[in-house]
Protein backbone atom coordinates (compact mmCIF):
# COMPACT_ATOMS: atom_id res chain seq x y z
CA UNK A 1 0.00 0.00 0.00
CA UNK A 2 1.14 3.44 -0.86
CA UNK A 3 0.46 6.37 1.37
CA UNK A 4 -0.61 8.73 -1.51
CA UNK A 5 -4.19 9.14 -0.71
CA UNK A 6 -4.84 12.34 1.06
CA UNK A 7 -6.27 12.80 4.38
CA UNK A 8 -9.86 12.80 5.26
CA UNK A 9 -11.12 15.72 6.40
CA UNK A 10 -11.39 16.13 9.95
CA UNK A 11 -14.49 17.96 9.98
CA UNK A 12 -17.22 16.50 6.92
CA UNK A 13 -20.86 17.54 6.86
CA UNK A 14 -22.74 15.50 4.06
CA UNK A 15 -26.42 16.33 2.48
CA UNK A 16 -27.45 18.70 6.20
CA UNK A 17 -30.95 19.50 6.16
CA UNK A 18 -32.69 21.62 8.95
CA UNK A 19 -36.27 22.95 8.91
CA UNK A 20 -37.88 25.31 11.22
CA UNK A 21 -41.50 25.27 10.58
CA UNK A 22 -41.67 25.90 6.93
CA UNK A 23 -38.07 27.61 6.85
CA UNK A 24 -35.59 25.37 4.96
CA UNK A 25 -32.69 27.00 6.80
CA UNK A 26 -29.84 24.44 5.81
CA UNK A 27 -31.05 22.64 2.65
CA UNK A 28 -28.78 19.74 1.53
CA UNK A 29 -25.54 21.63 2.64
CA UNK A 30 -21.93 19.70 2.21
CA UNK A 31 -19.27 20.59 3.71
CA UNK A 32 -15.32 19.64 4.36
CA UNK A 33 -12.64 21.21 6.83
CA UNK A 34 -8.90 19.95 6.25
CA UNK A 35 -6.74 19.43 9.12
CA UNK A 36 -4.54 22.33 9.85
CA UNK A 37 -6.84 24.94 7.52
CA UNK A 38 -8.43 28.45 8.39
CA UNK A 39 -12.14 27.32 6.71
CA UNK A 40 -14.26 30.52 6.25
CA UNK A 41 -17.96 30.19 5.77
CA UNK A 42 -19.33 33.36 4.29
CA UNK A 43 -23.41 33.66 3.09
CA UNK A 44 -25.55 37.15 3.04
CA UNK A 45 -27.60 36.91 6.53
CA UNK A 46 -29.80 34.53 7.13
CA UNK A 47 -28.40 31.76 4.65
CA UNK A 48 -27.93 29.62 7.29
CA UNK A 49 -24.43 29.89 9.14
CA UNK A 50 -25.10 29.67 12.52
CA UNK A 51 -27.63 26.73 11.92
CA UNK A 52 -25.08 25.07 10.43
CA UNK A 53 -22.74 25.86 12.99
CA UNK A 54 -25.06 24.42 15.33
CA UNK A 55 -25.46 21.34 13.23
CA UNK A 56 -21.72 20.63 12.72
CA UNK A 57 -21.28 21.02 16.95
CA UNK A 58 -24.26 18.64 17.70
CA UNK A 59 -26.31 21.45 19.17
CA UNK A 60 -28.93 20.46 16.91
CA UNK A 61 -29.66 17.68 15.19
CA UNK A 62 -30.43 17.42 11.39
CA UNK A 63 -33.41 16.76 10.01
CA UNK A 64 -31.13 14.23 6.76
CA UNK A 65 -27.24 14.11 6.95
CA UNK A 66 -24.87 13.18 9.24
CA UNK A 67 -21.09 15.12 10.31
CA UNK A 68 -17.96 13.23 10.54
CA UNK A 69 -14.97 14.61 12.76
CA UNK A 70 -11.99 12.56 12.31
CA UNK A 71 -13.89 10.45 10.64
CA UNK A 72 -16.56 8.79 12.99
CA UNK A 73 -20.43 10.27 13.33
CA UNK A 74 -21.12 12.44 16.41
CA UNK A 75 -24.83 12.56 16.23
CA UNK A 76 -24.82 10.47 19.60
CA UNK A 77 -22.61 12.53 21.10
CA UNK A 78 -23.57 15.07 23.78
CA UNK A 79 -21.71 18.43 23.57
CA UNK A 80 -19.10 17.72 26.35
CA UNK A 81 -18.17 14.16 24.32
CA UNK A 82 -17.73 16.11 21.66
CA UNK A 83 -15.49 18.95 23.01
CA UNK A 84 -13.44 15.33 24.47
CA UNK A 85 -12.83 14.35 21.45
CA UNK A 86 -11.51 17.82 19.82
CA UNK A 87 -14.47 20.21 18.66
CA UNK A 88 -15.12 23.02 20.44
CA UNK A 89 -17.34 26.43 19.18
CA UNK A 90 -17.63 30.26 19.98
CA UNK A 91 -20.97 31.55 19.82
CA UNK A 92 -22.19 34.72 17.52
CA UNK A 93 -22.75 36.56 20.97
CA UNK A 94 -20.53 35.43 23.46
CA UNK A 95 -21.74 33.24 26.22
CA UNK A 96 -19.04 34.28 28.98
CA UNK A 97 -20.36 33.98 32.48
CA UNK A 98 -20.46 37.63 33.72
CA UNK A 99 -21.03 36.91 37.53
CA UNK A 100 -17.89 34.98 37.68
CA UNK A 101 -13.93 36.39 37.38
CA UNK A 102 -12.10 36.09 34.09
CA UNK A 103 -10.08 33.17 35.58
CA UNK A 104 -13.22 31.27 36.80
CA UNK A 105 -14.66 31.17 33.28
CA UNK A 106 -11.44 29.71 32.18
CA UNK A 107 -11.06 27.15 34.82
CA UNK A 108 -14.45 25.64 34.22
CA UNK A 109 -13.77 25.70 30.49
CA UNK A 110 -11.27 22.96 31.45
CA UNK A 111 -11.84 19.06 30.90
CA UNK A 112 -10.59 16.16 33.07
CA UNK A 113 -10.31 17.86 36.14
CA UNK A 114 -9.68 15.69 38.77
CA UNK A 115 -12.31 17.86 40.83
CA UNK A 116 -14.66 17.02 38.99
CA UNK A 117 -15.28 13.72 40.78
CA UNK A 118 -16.36 14.06 44.46
CA UNK A 119 -14.28 11.31 45.65
CA UNK A 120 -11.16 12.71 44.50
CA UNK A 121 -11.97 15.41 46.64
CA UNK A 122 -11.46 12.97 49.69
CA UNK A 123 -9.19 10.91 48.51
CA UNK A 124 -6.49 12.54 46.73
CA UNK A 125 -7.01 16.13 47.70
CA UNK A 126 -2.91 16.58 46.90
CA UNK A 127 -3.29 15.72 43.36
CA UNK A 128 -6.33 18.00 43.38
CA UNK A 129 -4.76 20.77 44.38
CA UNK A 130 -2.02 19.97 41.83
CA UNK A 131 -4.14 19.76 39.02
CA UNK A 132 -6.14 23.00 39.96
CA UNK A 133 -2.11 24.91 40.19
CA UNK A 134 -1.54 23.08 36.55
CA UNK A 135 -4.86 24.70 35.43
CA UNK A 136 -4.55 27.93 36.68
CA UNK A 137 -0.75 28.04 35.10
CA UNK A 138 -2.16 27.35 31.70
CA UNK A 139 -5.24 29.47 31.89
CA UNK A 140 -3.40 32.29 32.48
CA UNK A 141 -0.66 31.85 29.87
CA UNK A 142 -3.22 31.76 27.31
CA UNK A 143 -4.86 34.67 28.87
CA UNK A 144 -1.48 36.12 28.86
CA UNK A 145 -1.53 35.41 24.85
CA UNK A 146 -4.61 37.29 24.40
CA UNK A 147 -3.59 40.15 26.55
CA UNK A 148 -6.36 39.44 29.35
CA UNK A 149 -4.04 38.17 31.94
CA UNK A 150 -4.26 41.81 33.94
CA UNK A 151 -8.09 41.19 34.25
CA UNK A 152 -8.13 37.79 35.52
CA UNK A 153 -9.61 38.95 39.22
CA UNK A 154 -12.01 41.01 36.85
CA UNK A 155 -15.50 39.55 36.87
CA UNK A 156 -16.24 38.80 33.19
CA UNK A 157 -19.12 40.83 32.58
CA UNK A 158 -16.94 43.99 33.18
CA UNK A 159 -14.96 43.33 29.80
CA UNK A 160 -15.57 44.83 26.71
CA UNK A 161 -17.54 43.21 23.58
CA UNK A 162 -14.46 42.50 21.87
CA UNK A 163 -12.34 41.14 25.13
CA UNK A 164 -15.30 38.63 25.94
CA UNK A 165 -14.71 37.16 22.59
CA UNK A 166 -11.34 37.02 23.48
CA UNK A 167 -12.13 35.02 26.70
CA UNK A 168 -14.69 32.74 24.86
CA UNK A 169 -12.03 31.81 22.24
CA UNK A 170 -9.66 31.46 24.93
CA UNK A 171 -12.13 29.53 27.36
CA UNK A 172 -11.96 27.02 23.82
CA UNK A 173 -8.45 26.74 24.00
CA UNK A 174 -8.48 25.55 27.87
CA UNK A 175 -10.18 22.05 25.64
CA UNK A 176 -6.84 21.31 23.94
CA UNK A 177 -8.87 21.56 20.77
CA UNK A 178 -8.24 19.69 16.98
CA UNK A 179 -10.77 22.08 15.61
CA UNK A 180 -12.51 25.38 16.63
CA UNK A 181 -15.54 26.77 15.10
CA UNK A 182 -15.65 30.37 15.66
CA UNK A 183 -18.91 32.41 14.84
CA UNK A 184 -17.90 36.34 13.65
CA UNK A 185 -15.00 36.73 16.05
CA UNK A 186 -14.86 40.18 14.42
CA UNK A 187 -18.06 41.44 15.16
CA UNK A 188 -18.64 44.19 17.07
CA UNK A 189 -14.94 44.60 18.06
CA UNK A 190 -12.80 47.43 17.14
CA UNK A 191 -10.19 47.38 14.77
CA UNK A 192 -6.88 46.60 16.93
CA UNK A 193 -8.52 44.25 18.54
CA UNK A 194 -9.35 42.27 15.30
CA UNK A 195 -6.31 42.38 14.52
CA UNK A 196 -4.91 40.86 17.09
CA UNK A 197 -7.22 38.04 17.44
CA UNK A 198 -6.60 37.48 13.60
CA UNK A 199 -2.56 37.42 14.41
CA UNK A 200 -3.54 34.78 17.46
CA UNK A 201 -5.57 32.65 15.29
CA UNK A 202 -2.27 32.45 13.00
CA UNK A 203 -0.49 31.77 15.69
CA UNK A 204 -2.50 28.38 17.14
CA UNK A 205 -2.84 27.33 13.64
CA UNK A 206 0.94 27.08 13.56
CA UNK A 207 0.64 25.19 16.80
CA UNK A 208 -1.98 22.62 14.79
CA UNK A 209 -5.35 24.07 15.91
CA UNK A 210 -7.81 23.99 13.01
CA UNK A 211 -10.09 26.47 12.61
CA UNK A 212 -13.77 27.45 10.72
CA UNK A 213 -15.07 30.66 10.56
CA UNK A 214 -18.01 32.69 10.10
CA UNK A 215 -17.56 36.25 9.57
CA UNK A 216 -18.81 39.08 7.20
CA UNK A 217 -15.69 40.93 7.61
CA UNK A 218 -13.94 39.90 4.36
CA UNK A 219 -10.95 41.59 5.13
CA UNK A 220 -10.59 38.69 8.02
CA UNK A 221 -11.68 36.11 5.63
CA UNK A 222 -9.55 36.86 2.82
CA UNK A 223 -6.46 37.16 4.89
CA UNK A 224 -7.06 34.20 6.99
CA UNK A 225 -8.25 31.61 5.50
CA UNK A 226 -7.17 28.88 2.90
CA UNK A 227 -10.43 28.15 1.73
CA UNK A 228 -14.38 29.66 1.82
CA UNK A 229 -17.53 27.86 1.59
CA UNK A 230 -20.17 30.00 0.77
CA UNK A 231 -24.03 29.62 1.63
CA UNK A 232 -27.24 31.17 0.25
CA UNK A 233 -30.40 30.46 1.24
CA UNK A 234 -29.52 27.22 2.83
CA UNK A 235 -27.61 25.66 0.34
CA UNK A 236 -23.78 25.64 -1.08
CA UNK A 237 -23.22 28.51 -3.59
CA UNK A 238 -19.45 28.08 -4.37
CA UNK A 239 -16.41 26.95 -2.48
CA UNK A 240 -12.73 28.21 -3.01
CA UNK A 241 -9.83 30.10 -2.59
CA UNK A 242 -10.47 32.84 -1.44
CA UNK A 243 -9.71 34.94 -4.51
CA UNK A 244 -11.79 32.69 -6.54
CA UNK A 245 -14.52 33.34 -4.13
CA UNK A 246 -14.02 37.43 -4.47
CA UNK A 247 -14.35 36.83 -8.33
CA UNK A 248 -17.19 34.82 -8.52
CA UNK A 249 -20.13 36.73 -9.89
CA UNK A 250 -22.87 34.21 -8.06
CA UNK A 251 -21.41 34.92 -4.78
CA UNK A 252 -21.29 38.79 -5.50
CA UNK A 253 -24.88 38.77 -6.80
CA UNK A 254 -26.27 37.01 -4.18
CA UNK A 255 -24.86 39.43 -1.44
CA UNK A 256 -26.21 42.84 -3.46
CA UNK A 257 -29.25 40.64 -3.89
CA UNK A 258 -29.90 40.39 0.15
N1 LIG B 1 -34.39 28.42 16.24
C1 LIG B 1 -34.92 28.89 15.11
N2 LIG B 1 -36.27 28.90 14.93
C2 LIG B 1 -36.83 29.37 13.78
N3 LIG B 1 -36.12 29.86 12.75
C3 LIG B 1 -34.79 29.88 12.86
C4 LIG B 1 -34.11 29.41 14.03
N4 LIG B 1 -32.77 29.55 13.85
C5 LIG B 1 -32.63 30.08 12.63
N5 LIG B 1 -33.82 30.27 12.02
C6 LIG B 1 -34.03 30.82 10.66
O1 LIG B 1 -33.18 30.10 9.79
C7 LIG B 1 -32.60 30.95 8.82
C8 LIG B 1 -31.09 30.92 8.92
O2 LIG B 1 -30.66 31.57 10.11
P1 LIG B 1 -29.17 31.59 10.61
O3 LIG B 1 -28.62 30.22 10.61
O4 LIG B 1 -29.12 32.34 11.91
O5 LIG B 1 -28.47 32.46 9.45
P2 LIG B 1 -27.07 33.24 9.42
O6 LIG B 1 -26.26 32.83 10.60
O7 LIG B 1 -26.45 32.87 8.11
O8 LIG B 1 -27.40 34.72 9.45
C9 LIG B 1 -33.20 32.33 9.07
O9 LIG B 1 -34.31 32.48 8.22
C10 LIG B 1 -33.61 32.27 10.52
O10 LIG B 1 -34.67 33.16 10.78
MG1 LIG C 1 -25.41 33.90 12.22
Redesign the pocket.
Known amino acids: MTNNQPLPPLLAANGLCKS??G?K?VNNANITVESGSITGLI?P????????FNLLSNFIQPDTGEVLFDGEPIHNLASHQIALQGMVRTFQVARVLSRLSVMENMLLAAQKQTGENFWHVWLQPRKMIQEERQLKRKALEILESVGLDKKVANYAGSLSGGQRKLLEIARALMADPKLILLDEPAAGVNPTLINQICQHITEWRKEGVTFMI?EHNMDVIMSLCDRVWV?AEGSNLADGKPEEIQNNSAVLEAYLGQ
Do not use: P, R, Y
Open positions: FGIAGNGAGKTTLIL
